[in-house]
């Protein structure tokens, strides 16, 4: 069965910058979908940023809060995703989450999409 494993969370102050990882395993094809998403205490889970392993034209999306700041992309192998946050603000506080699923890509609204899980890192940005 696929399984995530994410790492490089941590602390960092405003301005900061931080490098998520998410190690895929278990994965069967070529295409799948693999997304960021992140969740702040008392708020709803939030679309981060996905990529299509697939590849082509448009294969990257963003929430309009990171555009410019943070960049998604996949090791050579297409089985590592990882998520370079740069300029951090305190309002990127959360846990991120990292997810995949085996076809493309859909708004990041539709978290539901997603059919496997990591544990999730914690990202904490002080000012």
């Known amino acids: 069965r696929v399984q995530l494993a994410e790492s490089g969370g941590g602390s960092v102050q405003a301005g900061g910058s931080l490098r998520l990882s998410c190690a895929a395993s278990g994965l069967t094809g070529s295409r799948h979908c693999m997304g960021w998403y992140r969740q702040a205490p008392g708020q709803e889970r939030e679309g981060v940023a996905s990529i299509y392993t697939g590849g082509g034209d448009g294969s990257t999306v963003y929430t309009d809060s990171v555009k410019g700041r943070f960049t998604i992309s996949l090791n050579d192998a297409k089985n590592t995703v990882y998520l370079q946050m740069d300029r951090l603000s305190p309002e990127d506080t959360a846990v991120y989450y990292c997810?995949?699923?085996?076809?493309?890509?859909?708004?990041?609204?539709?978290?539901?999409?997603?059919?496997?899980w990591g544990h999730g890192t914690q990202v904490t940005v002080s000012s």
């Open positions: 997810a995949t699923v085996p076809r493309s890509c859909v708004p990041l609204r539709y978290d539901h999409f997603f059919d496997t």
